[in-house]
Each structure stands twice: as structure tokens, then as C-alpha cells.
């Protein structure tokens, strides 16, 4: 059994197909979903952990290319901007899993750890400095 983080971008006409049912269904996948959201031009994101047998996930990566479904892989909802980051502690409180938490106690400096991180995007409203945001409100590139 492996796990995998997808981020999925899929286009209108794979907006309205039960996609998470055929994972289940057809790939005898288990899905964790942390996101999605269909845009105003009807391209649907979403990101979620996709489980199962290896074999089984291969299949379903067949199938996402079939409905022209672009995956990229370990990538987050939320995204840490190093250069914008000031070490200013902020967020650590806010964040339930640890995903962003102080590297070093003397130098207080911040860092992220992406496989941590469980997308509440509690930090987002919690940066003074914008260093935290969500792929879902900007663009997404490929
Ligand atoms: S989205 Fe939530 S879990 Fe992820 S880094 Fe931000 S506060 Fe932590
Ligand atoms: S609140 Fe923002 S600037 Fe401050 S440590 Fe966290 S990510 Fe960095």
C-alpha cells in the first residue's frame, strides 16, 4: 500500500464525471480529498491523497490521462514562500501539524515541511507577510 499527493487539473469537460467514484470504484483506491474548486473558466483543481496498490495507482494514472487530467505530484493547496518569509514565529501557533515549525531554537529561523502538512490553511490569514497562500487563489501553472 503506498500513498500518493496529487495536485489535479482537470479540464470542463472532466468537471462533471464522478472521478473520485472511478478511483474507488474501478482502481480500488482510497481517496483523502484536501481541496478542490471549479475556476470561472470551468477548470477544476483539486488536491488529494490518492491510496492503494501501486499497480493500482499506475491504472488510475492511465485513466486521468484518458480525460486529459494534468496530475502533479506532491505538490500542496498551500504554498510557503521562502523569500517572503521573515521568520516572525506567527504562524507556528496556528499550525495544527507542524508543517511550518522553527528550524533552529537560537536563530528562531522558520522553515515548512510539505509532507506535514494537513491544507487548513490556517496560516494563510495568520502571515503578516504573505508568505503562506493557497494555489486556488492565484494561478496554477503546469
Ligand atoms: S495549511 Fe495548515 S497544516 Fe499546512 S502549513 Fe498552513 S497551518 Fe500548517
Ligand atoms: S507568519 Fe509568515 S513570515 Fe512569519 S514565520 Fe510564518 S510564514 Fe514566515
Given amino acids: 500500500m503506498i500513498t500518493r499527493k496529487y495536485l489535479l ?6 468537471v462533471g ?11 480500488d483506491l482510497t481517496v483523502n480529498i484536501y481541496r478542490a474548486k ?3 473558466d470551468d ?4 488536491v488529494l ?3 492503494g496498490r501501486e499497480s493500482d495507482i499506475e491504472r488510475a494514472k492511465i485513466f486521468f490521462d484518458e480525460n486529459e487530467i494534468i496530475v502533479t505530484e506532491t505538490m500542496n493547496g498551500m504554498r510557503w514562500d521562502k523569500e517572503r518569509c521573515v521568520s516572525c514565529g506567527t504562524c507556528i501557533t496556528h499550525c495544527p ?8 531554537r537560537k536563530t528562531m529561523e522558520v522553515s515548512f515541511n510539505n509532507e506535514k502538512c494537513i491544507e ?7 502571515c ?10 492565484s494561478s496554477i501553472s503546469e
Fill in 97 to 104: 501539524s507542524n508543517a511550518l515549525y522553527i528550524v533552529d
Fill in 128 to 137: 503578516p507577510f504573505k508568505a503562506c497562500s493557497s494555489i486556488f487563489n
Fill in 120 to 126: 487548513c490553511m490556517n496560516c494563510i490569514s495568520h
Fill in 17 to 27: 464525471k464522478p472521478l473520485i467514484y472511478h478511483l474507488v470504484k474501478d482502481y
Fill in 38 to 40: 471549479i475556476d470561472p
Fill in 9 to 14: 487539473k482537470f479540464p470542463e469537460k472532466a
Fill in 43 to 46: 477548470i477544476g483543481y483539486m
Fill in 49 to 51: 491523497d490518492v491510496s
